[in-house]
Structures are given as C-alpha cells and as structure tokens.
C-alpha cells in the first residue's frame, strides 16, 4: 500500500497569510506515460464530507479559489492558500489514486492564528 | 448534476451485519468510464477507502485487505444503486461511511454514521 504522511498535522496561520501543506508518498505516485501525478487534494469542514480542491497534483477543480494551488511530483506534493480566508478554516486531505488500495494522507487542520 | 443519496441504519449490534445503498442520480451504475467506491471516516483510522465496483463489459469488485473478508459491494442495475454490506462487525467498524463516485472525488454521498453497539 502507498503511505501517504501529511504535515504540519494542524497549522495556525494569520488572516491574509500563507499557509503551506505537504504531503509525502511512500512511492511515487507518478505514471510514466502520461507524466500524470495521481495526486489529489480535498477540503473538509464539520459535517460535511470531504471536498475535492486539487487533482492531478496541480489542477483545481471548477470554482475552486485561486488562492489555492497544489505542486509537487513523484513522492512530494505541496498544497497552499496564497492568502488565507475565514471561509478556508477546515481540515485538507491528500490522496493518491495512483494504485489500489486509494489512500488518504492523516489531514492538515488549518485554523486563524 | 450526479447526486448520490445514502441509506441505511445508523445502529448496528456487534456481530451483525452493517448494511448500506448509495442512490444514483445523473450517472449509470454501469457507465464504463467511472467506479463506485465505499470510504469510511473515524478518528482512530481516519479516511480509509473499503472497495469499489464497476463495470467494463462485466461487473468488477476491488476491496481493502482490511475488510476483504467481510465486505460485500454490489450494483443494482434495476434502481440504479449499489451496496456496501459489511459482515461480522465490531465497534471498531464504528465510523461515518460515504459512497463517491471515481478516483479521485468529486461526488460523495452525504455520509452516514453508523455506530456498532449492543
């Protein structure tokens, strides 16, 4: 199984500031032959299930914010809020759907500092 | 717009048998081009994928070592839905459950907390 460790596991981060999420797979979760990165990024408030913000390591999905952005390849990913909003307090995922069995990271809880 | 639509009880006795559906709306359970997947959610295991079923020219099934021995997904091509059954279970088992829809996942269901007591 792929192992995905996520740090910080909770961040404290300022009004306007930047927050930076990583996350790190046991192997590379990239494909050789469409240089794809099976990487995703998910937001998760209370109640509520996760949302997906990132795919493909770096493509934010429709009406996602552009304060965020996701980098990375092979076994390092970067997820970052440019400049951080009230709204974007919850707990982020990453998860690798590169092979079975899918796995999720332990989650990043993002609060205001 | 796909909808997925959960049910099922939120109380199982030890030993039982967790039973779940996850209703499809705006996709085919047998559309070729996707997979339908079971994740559940609980402090101590965090998010953890359970299997998937899908079609391409027949139904296939994919599940967790985890849960291998116990798990059952099923499409039901008449209601356009599938299932999660989840045999034997223990209050470890006890976690909130979601059906999504692909690989990576854009549509969920809207969760179910299923709490494994006597």
């Known amino acids: 199984d792929i192992v995905m460790t996520q740090s910080p596991d909770s961040l404290g981060v300022s009004l306007g500031e930047r927050a930076t999420i990583n996350c790190k797979s046991s192997?590379?979760?990239?494909?050789?032959?469409?240089?794809?990165?099976?990487l995703a990024w998910y937001q998760q408030k209370p109640g509520q299930p996760p949302k997906l913000f990132v795919y493909?390591?770096?493509t934010r999905e429709s009406g996602v914010p552009d304060r965020f952005s996701g980098s990375g390849s092979g076994t390092d990913f970067t997820l970052t809020i440019s400049s951080l909003q009230a709204e974007d307090v919850a707990v982020y995922y990453c998860?690798?759907?590169?092979?079975?069995?899918?796995?999720f990271g332990g989650g990043t809880k993002v609060e205001i500092k | 717009q796909v909808q997925l639509q959960q049910s099922g009880p939120g109380l199982v006795k030890p030993s039982q048998t967790l039973s779940l559906t996850c209703a499809i709306s705006?996709?085919?359970?047998?559309?070729?081009?996707?997979?339908w997947n079971w994740i559940r959610q609980s402090p101590s295991r965090g998010l953890e994928w359970l299997g998937r079923?899908?079609?391409?020219?027949?139904?296939?099934?994919e599940y967790a070592v985890s849960v291998k021995s116990r798990i059952t997904i099923n499409p039901d091509t008449s209601k356009n839905q599938f299932s999660l059954q989840l045999n034997s279970v223990t209050p470890e088992d006890t976690a909130v459950y979601y059906c999504?829809?692909?690989?990576?996942?854009?549509?969920w269901g809207q969760g179910t907390l299923v709490t494994v007591s006597s």
């Open positions: 999504a829809r692909g690989y990576s996942f854009v549509y």
């Open positions: 705006g996709d085919s359970v047998s559309t070729n081009t996707t997979a």
């Open positions: 079923t899908y079609y391409r020219s027949k139904w296939y099934n």
């Open positions: 192997q590379s979760v990239l494909y050789g032959s469409n240089n794809k990165n099976y």
């Open positions: 493909w390591a770096s």
């Open positions: 998860q690798q759907y590169y092979s079975y069995p899918l796995t």
